[in-house]
C-alpha cells in the first residue's frame, strides 16, 4: 500500500513544547479551530513523496541514517511572522536548509521523492477570523525564540503528530 510522506527537520524539544503551548493558548482564546492540529509537530519538510511503498522503509532509513552523519544541529533565524490564509508561519533564511533538501533528494530521487525548498515554517494553523491574525503573530514574537533549532530528522504520514513517524534521528 502507498501513502505520501515527508521527511522533515524536526525541531527540538524545547521549541516543539514552547510551540505546542503557544497553539495551547491561541485554542483556549478561541482563535483556533481544529483541535486536532494542536499536536502536528512543527517540522521542516526537506523531501516528499507521494506514493511511499512502506515495504521502502529499511532502505530509506538507511540512506538518511547514511547522510546523517554528515548533519548536525542548525539553527534557523526567524526575522517575521506572515500569515498564509488563516495560518502563522516563521519566514526566514533558507540557505542552510535548501542545500539539506538538495543533497536528501539527490540521495532518494531512486526512491520516488522530490525536493521541497522553503523559507517558512507553519506554527499556527487555521486561525478562524482575521481580525485574531495580527494578535496572534505578535503573540509569536512574543512567546517564541527568534531561532527554530533543528535536533533531527524524521519520516512521516498522516498528520506529523509524534506517534506518525516511522522513523527518527537526532543529530
Partial sequence: MTSPVILFGK???EY???VFELRK???ELGYEEKEEDLLIVP???FVF????DEEKSESVKKIVADEMESLNVFSLRVFDYIDMEGNIAARFDNSRSSKIAESFTEKLKSE???AVITDHM???RSIIKPEHVEEVKDMCFKNLPNEIEISGVALSGKKIHKEDFIFEFNF
Avoid at 513523496?49 to 511511499?52: A, C, L, R, V, W
Fill in 112 to 114: 520516488g521523492f522530490s
Fill in 43 to 45: 517540522h521542516l519538510t
Fill in 11 to 13: 525541531t527540538s524539544d
Fill in 25 to 27: 493558548r491561541v485554542n
Fill in 16 to 18: 516543539t513544547n514552547k
Fill in 122 to 124: 507553519r506554527l499556527i
Fill in 49 to 52: 513523496n507521494k506514493e511511499f
